[in-house]
Nanobody, 122 residues
Framework: QVQLEESGGGTVQTGDSLRLSCAAS????????IGWFRQVPEKEREFLAT???????VYYSDSVKGRFTVSRLNASLAYLQMNNLKPEDTAVYYC????????????????WGQGTQVTVSS
């Protein structure tokens, strides 16, 4: 069993940066990928980025490419660096695991964390 926990959210102003963390516990997940999603009320969860924990290969949604960077310290800790934040980035941010490298499909992810709120004020 794997548990993921996001942290690092908060309230910032337009143009600020935040780094979110996703910490994994339980069984090893080095063969998997960690993906980042976000969700606002009444909308579907939106794929942002994913990273293969063994190779470090990364994949991004076009909506955040160039502003967000996904990385990992090791097989148990991944990050989402978010720069030049905008009010439309306000959402709950989630991480999850997948055995499908590079996948942006919500249903291919599991072991979702509880989410961390990011609020960007104008």
């Amino acid at each position: 069993q794997v548990q993921l926990e996001e942290s690092g959210g908060g309230t910032v102003q337009t143009g600020d940066s935040l780094r979110l963390s996703c910490a994994a516990s339980g069984r090893t997940i080095s063969s998997l990928s960690i993906g980042w999603f976000r969700q606002v009320p009444e909308k579907e969860r939106e794929f942002l980025a994913t990273i293969r924990l063994n190779s470090g290969a990364v994949y991004y949604s076009d909506s955040v490419k160039g502003r967000f960077t996904v990385s990992r310290l090791n097989a148990s800790l991944a990050y989402l660096q978010m720069n030049n934040l905008k009010p439309e980035d306000t959402a709950v941010y989630y991480c999850a695991t997948t055995s499908y490298p590079g996948s942006s499909l919500y249903h291919r992810y599991e072991n979702w964390g509880q989410g961390t709120q990011v609020t960007v004020s104008s």
